[in-house]
């Protein structure tokens, strides 16, 4: 089951199979457009650089500030990434200069809300947690509560765009 539902791998067999059926009697588009009937929009990289630094003003205050936020058609979720928090360290005039960069795949550029707000909050919580570990997990559901769900029914569009192309229309 594994081999035709990669992004929902580790996920129980049990839910495996209901998201495997409605790729069979290609529903699964019209399941997600029923769960997510609304695209957000955040559509170009000052949008989303607000969106970004609203949600890290809101839960995140004392972390550093972003410098850059961008969506990336260079990231590709061939990758697994589907987004990437950057920190850059350089020695400028004898001082110590850092940024933090986030970079959202286009991917998100025509989703709803959750989707791209699930995203960048896994992203932001990267500035306090490098590592993917309980701590990480525990700042994005502070962030977003129902964080987990989301993020499975990302991993669900990731696979309905695999299979049949286009999932949400294009609004802009």
Not at 53 to 63: E, F, G, R, S, V
Request: charged letters at 20%.
């Amino acid at each position: 089951m594994s081999h035709a539902l990669p992004y929902l791998a580790h996920y129980p067999a049990y839910l495996q199979n209901d998201i495997q059926n409605l790729l069979e009697q290609k529903k699964l588009g019209e399941w997600l457009r029923g769960r997510y009937p609304n695209i957000h929009k955040v559509a170009n990289d000052n949008d989303l650089r607000e969106y970004a630094i609203a949600l890290k003003n809101q839960y995140m205050k004392k972390t550093q500030p972003l410098s850059k936020v961008i969506y990336d058609s260079k990231i590709h979720i061939v990758n697994h990434a589907l987004g990437l928090h950057s920190y850059v360290s350089r020695v400028q005039g004898g001082k110590l200069r850092s940024k933090n960069e986030l970079r959202i795949s286009t991917l998100f550029k025509n989703t709803p809300d959750a989707f791209l707000k699930m995203i960048v909050v896994h992203e932001l919580a990267h500035l306090k947690e490098k590592q993917h570990n309980k701590a990480f997990y525990q700042l994005c559901q502070y962030m977003l509560p129902d964080y987990h769900q989301i993020e499975f029914d990302v991993r669900v569009y990731l696979t309905a765009l695999e299979h049949s192309g286009s999932v949400f229309k294009n609004t802009a």
